[in-house]
């Protein structure tokens, strides 16, 4: 099935003024929110914007949303619903999750990051191991930018308490196998390390059945699944048990909370975890899968779709500045085992030379390092790289539009 673009671009609304011509390649930094997630953040605002829970049918109606938020967010994801911790985005629950490890680090002891990773799992882990006289390790990518499980395997010991790295990397758009790394720790370290992954980069290309990840953490965040803007973590019920609630005491416990929540979320934006969940459905029953079992499943069928139809944009970027003998393209140079984020340089033009002649055209696109720093220092890129980055609702008319562009300034 092929996706309709006709019916997911009515589910943006910001794209519904099409007289504007605008086209955006910045989703990684992102996506849009989708109508089914717009409709309860404005009712809940409008109507039951208040402490939920309680005698009267406001106050109970506003509870019942945000469990309905809850629970719609967890089957989602595979997960049940006292395994996903709520909170404003990906870096405070990375922080959140490194300050409940402090008593399970001791000195001695060796985390691992990546330097393909992003800063928000990358900083917490310094200032962990810092803190508490631990040693930090860095997997290093190679000189195009991959992590290779060969180097992982040569820095595993039995000193190693966590293993953390990017499901995807926010700039090369490599993905990396979390299972395979799952079980190449397992297999080298008996003392079984923490593993946790960032997922924040991959998610909006296809959301995972998170539950058949073999982490003890997962992080993403909403406002790059079409969604309002928090951040979401996995965790698993080993880790749960071995670090510090941070929830307060008297919580610990109830049904359906994860100890890790550190405060109380934006309740609009927990109720509107449903308008997710509800768009993954409705795509499913659109482009024709009648009888879900449950909406893991639609999530499951849809992004399959969407994933396709991005693929197909994407290839032909590659394919087109694969072309172009004064372009570096760091990763992958075409689609399988990446997704649809492409940072290049352009010899002896700048980068936010080529970003400002594509707004000039209306193509919003974005230059930098996007916290991605190490990785910058890694391939030695101090102007930075352009960024493209794709959401399944930009059509074939986005791509032709951006590669025309691209052709004058390049
Ligand atoms: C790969 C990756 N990880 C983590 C983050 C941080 O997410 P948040 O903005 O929710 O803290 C980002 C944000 O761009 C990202 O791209």
Not at 162 to 179: A, K, L, Q, Y
Not at 276 to 289: E, K, N, S
Not at 314 to 324: Q, R, T, V
Request: one cysteine or more.
């Amino acid at each position: 099935m092929k996706l309709d673009y006709e019916w997911v671009r009515a589910q943006f609304p910001i794209l519904g003024n099409d007289a504007d011509d605008f086209s955006f390649f910045d989703n990684a930094g992102g996506t849009f929110p989708c109508v089914q997630s717009n409709r309860i953040s404005e009712k809940f605002y409008n109507q039951y914007k208040m402490q939920p829970y309680g005698e009267t049918q406001k106050q109970a109606e506003a509870g019942r949303l945000m469990d309905v938020g809850r629970a719609k967010m967890a089957e989602l994801v595979g997960v049940e619903i006292a395994d996903l911790t709520y909170g404003p985005s990906t870096t405070q629950n990375f922080n959140n999750l490194a300050h409940a490890l402090t008593d399970h680090i001791v000195a001695g002891d060796e985390i691992i990051v990546t330097n393909q990773d992003h800063e928000a799992n990358i900083g917490c882990w310094e200032r962990l191991a810092q803190l508490k006289g631990a040693k930090l390790v860095f997997w290093q990518v190679d000189a195009s930018g991959e992590l290779q499980q060969d180097d992982l395997r040569q820095i595993l010991s039995a000193k190693t308490k966590i293993v953390s790295f990017t499901h995807s990397s926010n700039i090369i758009g490599s993905i990396n196998n979390i299972n395979e790394i799952a079980a190449l720790v397992a297999d080298t370290c008996p003392q079984k390390p923490l593993l946790f992954a960032d997922g924040v980069s991959y998610a909006p290309h296809n959301l995972p059945d998170i539950g058949k990840l073999n982490v003890d953490a997962y992080c993403f965040s909403t406002y790059k699944t079409f969604g309002t803007h928090m951040g979401i973590m996995y965790t698993s019920k080993r880790l749960t048990k071995l670090a510090r609630a941070q929830c307060h005491f008297f919580n610990i416990g109830v049904e359906n909370y994860s100890v890790f929540d550190a405060a109380g979320p934006d309740h609009a934006a927990i109720a509107s975890l449903a308008g997710i969940a509800d768009y993954y459905a409705d795509f499913a029953r659109y482009h024709g899968l009648n009888e879900a079992k449950n909406l893991n499943q639609t999530r499951e069928f849809s992004c399959a779709i969407m994933h396709e139809a991005e693929t197909a944009l994407l290839d032909e970027l590659l394919a087109f500045l694969g072309e172009k003998s004064n372009v570096t393209i760091y990763g992958k140079s075409a689609s399988a085992g990446r997704e649809a984020n492409v940072a290049f340089t352009v010899e002896g033009i700048t980068s936010q030379s080529i970003v400002e002649a594509l707004g000039a055209k209306n193509i919003g696109a974005k230059y930098g390092h996007f916290y991605a720093y190490r990785l910058m220092q890694a391939l030695g890129l101090d102007d930075g790289v352009v960024r493209l980055s794709y959401a399944h609702y930009l059509t074939q008319a986005d791509n032709v539009k951006l590669l025309a562009a691209l052709d004058k300034i390049i």
